[in-house]
């Protein structure tokens, strides 16, 4: 019987092209964060059951792959629920995992510790263009440190990474979750209804005030609280210094010293910005996960809708492992994202290695064939990238293909060693 | 509830000390290979249950995490056997993805391809020192290529890279399951059982000849046969071209040019090797996989049991998926094992940046601050790493575990600028 020629439903192939893009963004990812001493660490790709149905994943716990259990303990006969049949299952990203590394090593690994993570992680998503059911993510996360150096460096990070990677005039935006929280106390939104006006919020940039408010007014809420919360972004918008705007408006909601500290981060990643860029802070920033716990930022691209990077202080998550509180920040960028952005623009691969084709002739006798091969060994020696294959019948269709691959240079060799 | 700090049984976590080896080891790989025009390619690590249990993987099938069907298609309560409860699953390893791949892709691809693959693969094997349930694999394959010299440059490429990590006098075995398919019909072992006659023949350099004969006699073959067999290892031990000696002795048996094919490679690697090492050919190699076909090949390290690198040659597997033959030859380095005999060796990366560290003291203010990471980030941006932090009470002991990680240069920040 022939055997199924497609990949699964949701998951795709890198061809050569995209993954010498995807091979080189990498690179540049890699050598840019350990410049910032970020050190990559690598998680296995599945995870216990229990730790990834723990709530810490939000809405992706319903879209995780689980495997099934093996032998005896897979009894699906007196199983009672799905949870029965499985033990573990794939990641749905890639903070779980670390946050469960951190606590299984903290004490090996220094303080404050930067790590590194580049890998795939699944979420049974709709198949849908553009969003595949395995995707890259890359993380950055600084644990251990409380100060806001942690949010600093990580833009700070970043942001150099896409000006590498060739990005200008990008926009960062950051937010503070406890300034979200004062807004809608200041605004008198009911407390158990907060996170349901902070993803209403969220999609202004979307469907604009009218929006908003209509969707507010649609989920129920009273019209004073609606009303307060729009006079107070009028007045923001309106202010000079919004943060500073906030910061008064807010007094008695708001943790003391918050303001200060979004004041502090957007004053030093503008003054040692290595790149083009604008920094805004942006009070209706949310970001979806719920573990986040102060400070937010997210990037965002002209003509690229979403976000190509975003990230956030959590500072409770691994407590949750090891019952004692551990201060964290994150920054992922969106790597899938990035790449596809890459390959639209037909990015081009600065100062790759020269790329030469040897082209020999069919039947070429051993001894000869020898020869150029060791021909091609000491090219490759130094540097030269040596493909050595058989000539075609239709050399000229074969050296177009080659060019196509990136090949820029041949050399033919015959059996007759008098038609070269 | 406190989370589960360790990773799922038989997985393991990879540390920074690690994981700077094994991204350093890519990255050899990746150069290496390229330079032969090796392409890398990618395929998703879930493959569909149908293609990974279609016999063509051996034991491994039987060490397949399966991943559950979701939704309503998860029918627990009327499945009659496991496999209705999964519709995919990890793969086992990378050649069956790449067949799949192949024939997917065939008509984009540039021919013969010479595809490079890294990335982890799972097994649900018992749990066991050094041995773990996930872990990298590293193939390149020539497909389309019916000429031996798809072979040389496998090996070529593969003793080349070994010599690049710092790896000599190492041994390629090769030898031709036609061969060994010869020798046990010349030896009139039953065509039935020659499978089981080559896994016994196998552990020839385990259990001596003496061992062979006893566990031959206990699964019940001829004397007859035995000796026969034996008697031809005798004479090829003492012969002085081995290849040329098993050439006249199976000549009725073999297919034409398998010995001739041999030599040619055989000659053809040690002329152009890049490297000292020592290519013999060994009729007793098997090879495991029951999806070789003609020429198959492993490498050995002296003191380092196993092989560090094994492959050959599957001409049938491809047509599985399509119906149309296609001819293809494989190398696959134990990536895992040859990061392990470099961690044992206190392997040190060659030629790494400079890692400077800056230390902080407590409570800087943030212009000075500020002033700090721009000096960082102009310091990054000519090459040097940079790790900025904040300076720990026990400044000798910080210094210390810095120094662990590699740093090797500091420059202390106070906040009485006097003091530095």
Redesign the interface.
């Known amino acids: 019987m022939?055997?199924?020629?497609?990949?699964?439903t949701g998951?795709?192939?890198?061809?050569?092209a995209e993954?010498?893009i995807?091979?080189y963004v990498i690179g540049r990812i890699?050598e840019t964060y350990?410049?910032?001493?970020f050190?990559?660490?690598?998680?296995?790709?599945?995870?216990?059951i229990?730790?990834l149905c723990?709530k810490q994943g939000g809405e992706n716990e319903k879209l995780i792959?689980?495997?099934?259990k093996?032998g005896e303990k897979?009894n699906?006969k007196e199983?009672e629920n799905?949870n029965d049949?499985?033990?573990?299952g794939?990641r749905y990203d890639l903070t779980l995992p670390l946050s469960?590394?951190y606590?299984?090593?903290a004490a090996?690994?220094?303080k404050?510790f930067?790590a590194l993570q580049i890998g795939?992680v699944?979420r049974?998503e709709r198949p849908q263009k553009g969003r595949y059911r395995?995707f890259y993510q890359c993380d950055i996360d600084i644990l251990g440190?409380p100060?806001n150096?942690a949010e600093?460096?990580l833009i700070?990070a970043t942001t150099?990474l896409l000006g590498e990677l060739g990005f200008s005039g990008f926009t960062v935006r950051i937010n503070d979750r406890r300034i979200l929280k004062a807004m809608a106390q200041y605004s008198q939104f009911p407390e158990a209804r907060f996170e349901e006006v902070f993803v209403i919020l969220d999609k202004l940039d979307k469907i604009g005030t009218s929006g908003v408010i209509r969707e507010l007014k649609e989920a129920g809420f009273a019209d004073l609280a609606i009303e307060r919360c729009l006079q107070m972004f009028e007045e923001f918008n309106q202010s000079e210094d919004g943060i500073a705007y906030m910061g008064e408006k807010l007094s008695g909601f708001l943790e003391e010293g918050t303001t200060e500290n979004l004041q502090?981060i957007a004053?030093?990643v503008t003054?040692?910005a290595?790149t083009d860029f604008q920094l805004v802070f942006d009070p209706t920033l949310v970001r979806g996960m719920s573990y986040y716990t102060g400070t937010i930022f997210e990037i965002g691209m002209e003509g690229f809708g979403g976000s190509v990077a975003g990230g956030g202080r959590y500072d409770e998550m691994i407590g949750?492992?090891?019952?004692v509180q551990t201060c964290a920040c994150g920054f992922s960028i969106g790597f899938e994202r990035i790449v596809t952005i890459l390959m639209d623009q037909q990015f081009r691969i600065p100062s790759q290695?020269a790329k030469k084709?040897y082209l020999i002739e069919k039947g070429m006798c051993?001894e000869r064939?020898?020869e150029v091969?060791?021909e091609a060994?000491n090219e490759?020696?130094q540097g030269?990238?040596?493909?050595?294959?058989?000539m075609n019948k239709n050399k000229k269709f074969q050296k177009k293909?080659?060019e196509e691959?990136g090949y820029t240079e041949w050399k033919e060799f015959y059996i007759n060693p008098l038609r070269q």
Chains 1, 2 share one sequence.
Do not use: Y
């Open positions: 022939a055997l199924n020629k497609k990949p699964v998951m795709r192939e890198i061809l050569p993954m010498q995807r091979d890699k350990k410049g910032f001493g050190t990559p660490i690598e998680t296995p790709c599945v995870e216990s229990a730790n723990s792959f689980k495997i099934m093996r897979l699906w199983a799905e049949l499985a033990d573990s794939l469960r590394f606590s299984n090593h090996n690994l220094p404050p930067k795939p699944w049974a395995q440190d100060t150096m600093i460096e700070q150099t502090q004053e030093c003054q040692t290595q949750k492992f090891t019952g290695a084709a051993s064939l020898c091969m060791r060994q490759r020696s030269t990238q040596v493909l050595v294959t058989w293909q080659l691959e």
